[in-house]
């Protein structure tokens, strides 16, 4: 199993540029999320997904989109570029369960000029 | 709404000390504890969990946990501290049951000198 594997790596934006953030897992979860991570402020939750079809925001939504049209995938759409969202980007997922583990993939670097 | 407090932002030792990270939470209801750790340039892994049962876990490299419900904490233990645990530790929290999301703390940053 590849895991939880995550594109790009790296990234550097301008300004109101768009893109798309890509997350996939080969384990068959049933939940996935997008979390940023800034230094002094841990891990927060932007959106997540309980299932195919299924999304919720999370802590910090604001200028993000996501969709999950299959259980595999859960890409994370950033609208309209801002530096506020320089950040690393981690994805996770886990099976249905609660106490599962979850898996994080290794992170995009977002920086936005 | 769930918070989840790591009180030492930054925490210096020496190899073989003791360690001892505090991690509390502000939630009334029945949770599931988790640690992950993140090595330097790498992503988070799992080092232990709590969901039902014995209150002290184990897991792995040496790391243990106490969870204690009268506090609502959920310590990070290790007797003996190795260069390479320096790394950031993470604390997060959710809910017993349906399909909530995990919530993290800050973070707590242990470097490890020999």
Known sequence: ?113 | AQSVSQHNHHVILSEAASLELGCNYSYGGTVNLFWYVQYPGQHLQLLLKYFSGDPLVKGIKGFEAEFIKSKFSFNLRKPSVQWSDTAEYFCAVNLYSGNTPLVFGKGTRLSVIA
């Open chain 1, 1 to 113: 199993n590849a895991g939880v594997t995550q594109t790009p790596k790296f990234q550097v934006l301008k300004t109101g540029q768009s893109m798309t953030l890509q997350c996939a897992q080969d384990m068959n979860h049933e939940y996935m999320s997008w979390y940023r991570q800034d230094p002094g402020m841990g891990l927060r939750l932007i959106h997540y997904s309980v299932g195919a079809g299924i999304t919720d925001q999370g802590e910090v939504p604001n200028g993000y989109n996501v969709s999950r049209s299959t259980t595999e995938d859960f890409p994370l759409r950033l609208l309209s570029a801002a530096p506020s969202q320089t950040s690393v980007y981690f994805c996770a997922s886990r099976a249905g369960v609660v106490t599962d583990t979850q898996y994080f993939g290794p992170g995009t670097r977002l920086t936005v000029l």
